[in-house]
């Protein structure tokens, strides 16, 4: 008895505030949407193999700003050249912090990146980073001689196959993959070189590369709906700590060959783009120092944002 009359003045409880709360919750002048179910909000409305066209239909049906509802979350999504620039310009250091997802937990050592990181000091300092000594002119410049390399190479196979059909992306890819792997590590991980044994085979990084791009533009209902995420329905996040593992290996490996190459030389001239961070890294007087796990992040985001850049 005492039991059953507590339970009921805890659920006429919880009752009363949470209309309390609906009904002095302030006005907002929300962007127009769909409605939203329970639980999954409107996650059903981006089921199927092209999200991108359901968004595109939902554009068309309520315009350049709408408000959708990823599970608990509430998303605002704009589609129009001044809805862009209203984002990324006008409000952009008001909108520049970034969603903390699986893929920025478990591919990029707990948000280390540029991508994933939160605005502030240490984002600021990557960014400063990548424009003065990763991509300035000088940079650029300086590894020249590798993607002209890269592209004879490319035009000697194209050569060999000269009236066969081909699969073009297949080429062009590889190509691409190559002038990143030299340029940001200092050697061509999608060929095998002479008998000099190597962490992983070309195919191994090929397809490492593959699943890193693929786990991080993926829709895993963890993120949406936080008290799902452990259950792992998809199998995502056992993909994305596998990853994570194994680009990890393969990191530590090219970070030890790259200092070892580096010991004891003075005034040692970059050859890469890690030689650049791991020199950055030693340097006293950056504002949030540079640490091993920083420099590995910081080169995912070369491999994969350059990769995106190409393709």
């Known amino acids: 008895m005492v039991i059953s009359t507590f339970a009921a003045l805890f659920l006429a409880t919880v009752a009363i505030v949470t209309l309390f709360r609906h009904l002095t919750r302030p006005k907002l002048n929300l962007p127009p949407g769909p409605k939203p179910w329970p639980i999954i909000g409107n996650l059903n409305l981006l089921a199927g193999p092209l999200p991108h066209r359901n968004v595109h239909a939902l554009v068309q049906k309520y315009g350049p700003i709408m408000l ?3 599970g608990s979350y509430q998303v605002v999504v ?7 620039e209203e984002i990324l310009k006008i409000n952009d250091v008001k909108l520049a912090d970034r969603p903390r997802i699986a893929a920025g937990k478990y591919t990029t050592y707990n948000y280390s990146n540029i991508t994933w990181s939160q ?6 300092q990557a960014r400063k980073i990548l424009l003065m000594e990763i991509f300035s002119p000088k940079r650029l410049d300086q590894f020249e001689y590798l993607r ?24 062009f890819s590889d190509l691409s993959l190559s002038v990143i792997s030299r340029i940001v590590l200092g050697k061509n991980y999608t060929k095998k070189t002479g008998n000099q044994k ?8 090929t397809e490492m590369i593959d699943e890193l791009f693929l786990l991080n533009g993926v829709l895993d209902v963890g993120d949406s709906i936080p008290w799902l995420a452990f259950l792992d329905l998809q199998g995502y996040i056992k993909r994305m700590k596998a990853v994570g593992k194994l680009f990890d290996g393969f990191l530590e490996n090219a970070l030890n060959e790259h200092n070892e190459r580096r010991k004891g030389i003075k005034n040692y001239v970059p050859q890469d783009m890690m030689d650049i961070l791991l020199q950055l890294a030693d340097d006293p007087g950056l504002e949030v120092k540079l640490t091993r796990t920083s420099v590995k992040a910081f ?5 994969a944002g350059g990769l995106r850049v190409l393709l």
């Open 78 to 84: 704009g589609s129009s050249k001044e809805m862009a």
């Open 299 to 303: 080169i995912m985001d070369l491999i």
């Open 148 to 171: 002209v390399e890269e592209l004879h190479r490319l035009l000697g196979k194209l050569f060999l196959t000269a009236g066969k059909p081909i699969n073009g992306r297949e080429y």
């Open 68 to 70: 959708l509802k990823f």
């Open 119 to 124: 605005y502030g000091p240490y984002w600021r």
């Open 198 to 205: 190597q962490y992983m085979s070309p195919k191994e990084f």
